[in-house]
């Protein structure tokens, strides 16, 4: 009996590792996107996808994201025929995006985001103080494995203006209840994970996993 193939693609600036403590059934057989580099800070959303469609080598693959990777896998998923799309703490639509976001966009005040605290980490995680906020500083210098200005700059405004309206179809939604990025008071449609905050698909993956092989059954 052959395998069924999930592609699964990380959070903004994330890499793959974050997937590591999904305990999944031995039925899929695991590919692990990567971020690309933009072409250029005005690269379409469209053509960034179709670029990531190339690594898709499988007819009918399930698809899974995190954050803007689950935005990233809906749009996917509109080039190639999938057999499920699955996101964990991301959003359906632009109207589950929550209210800060809307002024966002609408004073482009998020481009006065200091990019430089992404892109040079390790100088400013002397500041976070604390044994909790160093504990933070060492997953995010593990985990943020994708620091080029160009790509922070595109990624924040291609999250920011995603223009889709309705949610895509054959889709599970996976959410924390305590989600800082995206409130779960926005979000509709999902399988909540109590307590279950932003970076969750590393500290509830057991519970995740549960969820996932059950829909995928």
């Known amino acids: ?6 592609y699964f693609m990380p959070g903004l600036g994330v890499g793959p590792d974050i997937f590591k403590k999904l305990q999944l059934s031995n039925d899929y057989e695991l590919h692990y996107l990567e971020w690309k580099n933009p072409l ?10 179709m670029r990531m469609v190339d690594d898709i080598n499988h007819e009918n693959p399930v698809l899974l994201g995190v954050s803007f990777g689950g935005i990233i896998v809906q749009e996917m998923s509109k080039y190639i025929d999938v057999k499920k799309t699955i ?42 103080v604390g044994k909790y906020l160093k504990k933070k500083a060492e997953n995010y210098k593990r985990y943020l494995t994708v620091r080029d200005k160009t790509y922070i700059e595109w990624s924040i405004h291609t999250v920011l203006n995603w223009q889709q309206e309705t949610s895509s179809k054959n889709i599970l939604h996976i959410h924390g209840t305590k989600d800082n990025v995206f409130p779960i008071k926005y979000i509709h449609n999902c399988e909540q994970i109590i307590d279950g905050d932003h970076a969750m698909i590393m500290t509830k993956a057991k519970r995740i996993s549960e969820i996932i092989n059950t829909y995928l059954n």
């Open 40 to 49: 250029s800070k005005d690269e379409t959303l469209a053509n960034y996808t």
């Open 1 to 6: 009996m052959s395998k069924e193939h999930i």
């Open 87 to 128: 996101i964990i703490s991301s959003v359906k639509s632009k109207n589950e995006f929550p209210r800060r976001f809307k002024f966002a966009i609408a004073s482009n005040i998020y481009k006065l985001f200091p990019t430089t605290i992404i892109t040079n980490f390790e100088k400013y995680s002397k500041f976070f």
